[in-house]
């Protein structure tokens, strides 16, 4: 990892910083009411959110949305309960910080808080660059997903 790259979970006035490496390395137009709407009024609770940071720049960042589901009772299956999961979104880094560590370290640490909090599980849909990282570090694959598309307006399709 680079030398001055420090891991360390989110703090309050971090957003700015996350948006502008989300706009840059995704694209797309997000801003701080999309990050309230998202990650601060999360009816199922407090995300988990670790960046990492180079001086004062935030190089990476790995989030976890909280999301309630109902899990299944292990030894009565009808004494399910509602649990929370951590559905994992936004994982970035600039690109002159890859292949040094840094994903792996945000990605170990925002497990590790999972585990503290007592989330079941995380889960998610890593993209091809995530996919082997994730791998690597335990996860499992459930299923391939497949992808559709349905078009609601022609006119607009065909421009």
Known sequence: MGNGVTIRPYEAGDEEGILVLLRRVFGGSRDGQWWEWLYAKNPA???????????????????????????????RPSQSRVGV???????VVYP?????????KLMLQAER???EKGWAFHYGCPNQYSHPLRKKLGSVDLFEAPRLLRILNHKEVAG
């Open 113 to 115: 808080e999972a585990r």
């Open 85 to 91: 999961v951590g559905q994992v979104i936004d994982s």
């Open 45 to 75: 609770g407090r995300s988990i959110i670790w960046v990492a940071v180079d001086g004062e720049d935030i190089v990476g960042h790995m989030a976890s949305l909280a999301v309630k589901i109902r899990l299944p009772g292990v030894s």
């Open 96 to 104: 002159r910080y890859r292949r040094q560590g840094v994903m792996s």
